[in-house]
């Protein structure tokens, strides 16, 4: 059974750092792009960032592009999410998911459609304080 498994949310002060892990079992770890999703109360999930399954190519979305940093370590089965820059708007559970393929799309459409995405972790809370 294909499992993933989001860590190292938590409460932070406005402006602080977090580091989420997502460790991946029971599949074939680096033979798939990893995405990073969120989603606030009342609101719909929408994507974070993208990373292919290499490490070569990573995508954010400009609402955290140069304050969040994503990278993999393939030998250890994880994806990380280091955030920086902490905003109250940032507070949401944060998800990681496998893409269905190798590359996260170029297509901006489909990069972000959760649909495209085939097994999800269970989510970590991260809340930021004002």
């Known amino acids: 059974e294909v499992q993933l498994q989001a860590s190292g949310g938590g409460l932070v002060q406005y402006g602080g750092s977090l580091r989420l892990a997502c460790a991946g079992s029971?599949?074939?770890?680096?033979?798939?792009?990893i995405g990073w999703f969120r989603q606030a109360p009342g609101k719909e999930r929408e994507g974070v960032s993208c990373?292919?399954?290499?490490?070569?190519?990573?995508y954010y979305k400009e609402y955290v592009k140069g304050r969040f940093t994503v990278s993999r370590d393939n030998a250890k089965n994880t994806v990380y999410l280091q955030m920086n820059s902490l905003k109250p708007e940032d507070t949401a559970v944060y998800y990681c998911?496998?893409?269905?393929?190798?590359?996260?799309?170029?297509?901006?459409?489909?990069?972000?459609?959760?649909?495209?995405?085939?097994?999800w972790g269970q989510g970590t809370q991260v809340t930021v304080s004002s």
């Open positions: 990373i292919s399954s290499t490490g070569g190519s990573t």
């Open positions: 998911a496998t893409y269905g393929g190798r590359l996260c799309s170029t297509a901006l459409r489909n990069r972000w459609n959760t649909a495209r995405y085939d097994y």
């Open positions: 029971s599949f074939t770890f680096d033979g798939y792009a």
